[in-house]
């Protein structure tokens, strides 16, 4: 698995949930949020002087945002590559993993995934990060030492799955 990941740096790597993940933001974006906004620019076109027309110009800021993300996704999808999560025993993308701080005690439960979806908030850490490059490989009994400005941080690798 660390050769796959190592083997498609070219490639943005996300795990099977994250790519379905884009491709529901992007039809939301094409089939909900983009026709929303066009009613509104032809809504707010119909009421008239378009230069002091506010309604109109917050509508063509937010289809210029929405083109944007929608952009940014289909490039993502086009230069991603799936990698399969495999069960065992070591940490790889998609793993996911039970680990008590060292330094503070607290146990923590995070998914390793592909930079584009990391979501700290949500327990989702990249591969990428410094956390989750110290997990790769490692498996349940072993510690992980992240360098960080303020220090070493160490964890023990409670579960793996």
Do not use: F, W
């Not at 790597?13 to 509104?40: F, H, S, W, Y």
């Not at 065992?88 to 998914?111: E, F, P, Q, R």
């Not at 327990?123 to 349940?140: A, D």
């Amino acid at each position: 698995m660390l050769k796959q990941i190592k083997d498609n740096q070219d490639k943005i790597i996300l795990t099977e949930e994250g790519l379905a993940d884009l491709n529901a933001e992007l039809k939301d974006l094409k089939e909900v949020q983009m026709p929303k906004v066009v009613a509104r620019i032809a809504n707010a076109r119909d009421q008239g002087d378009l230069s002091e027309n506010s309604d109109y110009h917050s509508a063509l800021d937010e289809q210029a945002m929405l083109n944007a993300r929608i952009d940014q996704i289909e490039n993502i999808i086009d230069k991603s590559k799936v990698v399969k999560e495999q069960s065992g025993h070591l940490i790889t993308l998609g793993s996911k993993v039970k680990l008590k701080s060292m330094n503070t005690k607290k146990t923590l439960v995070y998914s390793l995934v592909g930079q584009y979806e990391s979501d700290p908030q949500e327990g989702k850490i990249s591969i990428e990060s410094p956390v989750g490059k110290s997990l790769l490989g490692k498996k349940k009994g072993d510690k992980a030492v992240v360098e960080t400005p303020a220090g070493k941080i160490e964890y023990l690798i409670l579960d793996v799955s």
